[in-house]
């Protein structure tokens, strides 16, 4: 039946101190644009009863790097504020086909901090994965191997309950 399957694999790591600096600016901004996006998202609809798509959000990432307020959302890899404008939609779907609640802001104290990487924002050379803006590979613990000829499609990158530090796990495509 020829389709593509995909299956997460979820490992742990132990970043350098650049890597988790870089891990912690990337949740903070993904984060801040989520909050941003949904903020703006919800003001279009209260006052002009609007809703807005994904390329719209995206122009307001453009415009909102360009600020002098924001410009420090260039210091990320763009790809993970990318995919939370793709997730943010999601949710507003799930909400108007009543499956769930409003879209809520993210927190930072309650609220999993994560980020995205596709493809284009990660490379994986010889079980090394080494993600985009970042110089060296992650130290990743492998509790087991991957199978023969598994390469990762995505990478979500999040820190543990404990705060003890993140967490990868990815899905890969397998024919």
């Known amino acids: 039946m020829g389709g593509v399957a995909k299956r997460a694999y979820k490992y742990r790591f ?6 988790a600096g870089q891990l912690n600016r990337t949740f903070g901004c993904v984060r ?6 949904l903020e703006a998202r919800t ?10 798509t994904y390329g719209q959000s995206s122009g307001w ?11 420090f959302l260039n210091e990320v890899s763009s790809v993970p504020l990318q995919q939370t404008l793709l997730h943010l939609p999601a949710g507003f779907m799930a909400f108007w ?17 994560s980020a995205e990487y596709t493809r284009s924002a990660f490379r994986w050379r010889d079980g090394q994965l ?6 060296a590979p992650l130290d990743i613990v492998w509790s ?32």
């Open 32 to 37: 801040l644009v989520y909050n941003r996006a």
């Open 97 to 113: 086909d009543q499956r769930s609640r409003y879209p809520r802001f993210k927190s930072k104290r309650k609220s999993r901090a």
């Open 14 to 19: 132990y970043p350098s101190p650049e890597q």
């Open 144 to 175: 087991r191997a991957l199978p023969e000829g598994a390469e990762p499609s995505t990478v979500t990158v999040s820190r543990d309950a404990a705060g003890a530090g993140p967490c990868p796990s990815w899905s890969r495509t397998r024919p």
């Open 61 to 71: 990432l453009t415009e909102w790097k360009r600020t002098q307020e924001l410009a």
């Open 43 to 52: 003001r279009a609809w209260a006052v002009d009863r609007q809703r807005t």
């Open 130 to 135: 080494t993600l985009a803006k970042m110089a």
